[in-house]
């Protein structure tokens, strides 16, 4: 386990989903722990983006932006990735590279579901600091150190009580794109082994977009320049898909594509605000079935 420090991108998302908690898609979407994850310096930016009135100043205005944007990518994200999990209903559900994932403690579908976290070491202790003494929804939340980039996945699971013989809800969110393709197709081999038939993976992943890549240019640009703190800087992107490729891998390990929608299409009578859609068009989210 190489040790780092706890994801900066993971309270990113946190904050984006804070923002939105009950200001959009309030009858599909809803994530009222985030902001109870995060802690009272990085709420100042959620509350800013909540009030509304965009800062004058030109560093707040970048924090702000990104954490607004963020925000509107996480409803449908957060929506459709919540509705697989909840129509599959399977009692084991392994979340990769989990972060602030707040979904065992706010989906009361899995009352009696065992959920296992996977992440860095770093990141996981950051998170049970957060959580404190939150009640989790989840029968069960394990959490399990490993980092996909260098360390197996199947005896961390197994050690950790992980049933390979039981149908298992995959989820890969927010992760693909910070890991190569080598250690993309290296994990999906490992997911592919630990999964009986029926087991589901859900996988976010992004593709490439110049339009997307200059914008996080320019505001990483103007972060550093207002000497404002970076969340993306320790978190490079490594490798982007397209959708024929994906559902390729898929395929190759047993994996039929279900579905794979971008988040714009995923967004369709969400009640969104229509201004974020270039970010949209290039998230995805597949589900796919282990045969
Ligand atoms: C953008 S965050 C997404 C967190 C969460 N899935 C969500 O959507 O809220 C990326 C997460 O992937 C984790 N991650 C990135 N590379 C990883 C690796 N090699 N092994 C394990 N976790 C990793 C990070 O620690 C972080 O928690």
């Given at each position: 386990m190489t040790e780092r420090v706890a994801s900066a991108t993971a309270v990113l998302v946190c904050q984006g989903r804070a923002t939105a908690d009950g200001r959009y898609a309030v009858?599909?979407?809803?994530?009222?722990?985030a902001r109870m994850l995060l802690d009272e310096a990085e709420r100042l930016v959620v509350d800013l983006v909540r009030a509304g009135p965009v800062p004058a100043e030109a560093a707040t205005r970048m924090a702000f932006e990104m954490v607004r944007r963020v925000g509107l990518?996480?409803?449908?994200?957060?929506?459709a990735i919540d509705d697989a999990i909840r129509v599959h209903g399977a009692a084991q559900i392994v979340i990769l590279?989990?972060?602030?994932?707040?979904?065992?403690?706010?989906?009361?579908?899995?009352?009696?579901?065992?959920?296992?976290?996977?992440?860095?070491?770093?990141?996981?202790?950051?998170?049970?600091?957060?959580?404190?003494?939150?009640?989790?929804?989840?029968?069960?939340?394990?959490p399990v150190a490993v980092d996909l980039a260098i360390e197996r996945l199947g005896p961390a699971l197994e050690g950790a009580g992980f049933a390979?013989?039981?149908?298992?809800?995959?989820v890969w969110e927010g992760v693909v794109p910070y890991l190569t393709r080598k250690q993309v197709r290296s994990t999906l081999?490992?997911?592919?082994?630990?999964?009986?038939?029926?087991?589901?993976l859900?996988?976010?992943?992004?593709?490439?977009?110049?339009?997307?890549?200059?914008?996080?240019?320019?505001?990483?640009?103007?972060?550093r320049?207002?000497?404002?703190?970076?969340?993306?800087?320790?978190?490079?992107?490594?490798?982007?898909?397209?959708?024929?490729?994906?559902?390729?891998?898929l395929g190759e390990n047993g994996f039929a594509v279900t579905s794979d929608s971008d988040l714009l299409t995923l967004a369709t009578g969400l009640s969104l605000p229509a201004?974020?859609?270039?970010?949209?068009?290039?998230?995805?989210?597949?589900?796919?079935v282990r045969d």
């Open positions: 009858d599909r979407f809803s994530d009222p722990v990518t996480m409803v449908p994200r957060t929506v590279g989990a972060g602030l994932d707040a979904r065992a403690w706010r989906m009361t579908e899995l009352s009696r579901a065992t959920v296992f976290e996977v992440d860095h070491l770093a990141s996981q202790r950051d998170k049970a600091r957060r959580v404190g003494d939150l009640v989790p929804t989840a029968e069960r939340v394990v390979p013989q039981a149908v298992t809800t995959w081999a490992q997911v592919a082994e630990l999964s009986a038939t029926g087991s589901r859900v996988v976010n992943y992004q593709m490439a977009s110049s339009v997307t890549r200059v914008m996080r240019a320019v505001m990483r640009l103007v972060l320049v207002s000497r404002q703190s970076d969340p993306l800087a320790g978190e490079p992107w490594r490798s982007l898909w397209r959708p024929d490729r994906m559902r390729g891998l201004e974020n859609n270039g970010s949209l068009r290039n998230g995805r989210v597949a589900v796919a």
